[in-house]
């Protein structure tokens, strides 16, 4: 056996679940513009405001040459002598105040804009070295090659035969296509001469060697006093289960399962917040104008929103192809309340690509009852 795995089930009437954000639905900040990009001259001197219902800032890291001066409700980025380097995505968002959720994705309240520094000496931005070496997906790789003027024709090539590769390219994010492991190189002109990027190593992700571990499970003493636990071992792994058979309110509670490897003795530990609902709870999602399939164009801004009609408030999980998904500046979720006991829950594509294809499921969860709707995401093939 490879390993072993450790899960925690409650059964009864006990309803597993993390802690919900609900916003307040503040609406996100507003750049003073009607602009999102901006084309720079270098050395030149740029500035944008950013305005909101409470205190903004632009988030960091920002380049050495910006300064940002606050005000009430608002903050002015400033660029000085703008170079190559301050290519890329400013985003404004609110400033974190005591009482913040946490679990709140901050792509919910932010706005950006996109620069652009041409220059002839350095038609690519400059790299990070973590982006160098590309781990190889089955749904696309991204190549992150990005230049300095939005006008630039941009060619990916193979290393070292130059075959011209056929890949997606966007100039605020580089190459998005099906390659191969092996190195790759972008390739633009200038004044009518080549100018290559540094080179791109896409490569095989080789599993992590999966290793034996001892479980150990815990529960609250303060909330589980007729909990049973039961273990089965199967030739994948060893489940413990958790059963209250007669749970109330109080156990409701944190619970919280701890891994220890046998060699290293490196715990690992994971916990859920438990709450137990009376029975007058109830959960319905509203769909209407989403259809089973639903299919958008590459790097078409969508929104689907779902409404929620609940009680209590709901717990609302969003998957992607069965696993939970990831929030991003190009994809996320947020979940508001309304009014009484209407909810919404909007899924947000910014620029979607191949990539984003595949079946999407929302799941809401109020008391002991669960609602879910699912649709599949088709983007055209390149």
């Known amino acids: 056996m490879d390993g072993v795995q450790a899960s925690l089930v409650f059964g009864g009437m006990l309803v597993v679940g993390l802690l919900v954000s609900v916003t307040s639905g503040l609406s996100p900040p507003t750049i003073v513009s009607n602009e999102e990009e901006f084309v720079l001259q270098?050395?030149?001197?740029?500035?944008?405001s950013c305005?909101?219902?409470?205190n903004v800032v632009w988030a960091e890291p920002l380049p050495k040459n910006t300064f940002v001066y606050p005000g009430y409700y608002t903050a002015t980025l400033f660029i000085y002598n703008a170079t190559v380097e301050n290519t890329g995505y400013y985003m404004c968002t609110y400033q974190t105040q005591e009482g913040d959720l946490?679990?709140?994705?901050?792509?919910?309240?932010?706005?950006?804009?996109?620069?652009f520094v041409p220059d002839a000496q350095a038609p690519f931005v400059p790299e990070t070295p973590e982006n160098l070496v590309v781990p190889m997906e089955i749904h696309g790789v991204p190549i992150s090659c990005r230049v300095s003027d939005p006008n630039s024709h941009v060619t990916l090539r193979s290393v070292p035969s130059g075959e011209d590769m056929s890949a997606f390219y966007d100039h605020k994010m580089g190459f998005f296509g099906s390659l191969s492991p092996g190195q790759y190189q972008c390739e633009t002109s200038v004044n009518g001469h080549s100018i290559r990027s540094v080179i791109y190593t896409v490569e095989t992700e080789v599993p992590a060697e999966m290793d034996n571990f001892d479980v150990e499970v815990k529960a609250s003493e303060e909330t589980a006093m007729g909990a049973v636990q039961i273990k089965e071992t199967s030739l994948d792994g060893v489940i413990?289960?958790?059963?209250?058979?007669k749970a109330t309110s109080q156990d409701s509670g944190s619970y919280e399962c701890s891994v220890t490897h046998i060699i290293s003795g490196e715990i690992r530990v994971s916990s859920v917040a438990v709450t137990?609902?009376?029975?007058?709870?109830f959960v319905a999602v509203d769909h209407s104008g989403i259809q089973t399939s639903e299919f958008v164009s590459l790097l078409e801004e969508t929104e689907y929103t779902?409404?929620?009609n609940a009680y209590p408030n709901p717990k609302v999980l969003w998957l992607k192809d069965g696993k939970a998904m990831p929030q991003t500046?190009?994809?996320?979720t947020k979940t508001s309340h309304l009014e009484g006991n209407r909810y919404q829950s909007i899924l947000t594509l910014r620029q979607p690509l191949v990539k984003d294809n595949g079946n999407y499921t929302i799941t809401a969860i109020s008391g002991s009852h669960t609602a879910h709707f699912s649709?599949?995401?088709?983007l055209p093939l390149q």
């Open 42 to 48: 270098p050395n030149s001197v740029f500035n944008i």
């Open 51 to 54: 305005t909101g219902k409470r």
């Open 102 to 115: 946490e679990d709140e994705p901050e792509e919910n309240n932010e706005a950006g804009i996109y620069v």
């Open 240 to 245: 413990y289960t958790l059963s209250i058979p």
């Open 276 to 281: 137990v609902f009376e029975e007058n709870s």
């Open 306 to 308: 779902i409404l929620i």
């Open 329 to 332: 500046y190009y994809i996320f």
């Open 375 to 378: 649709f599949t995401l088709k």
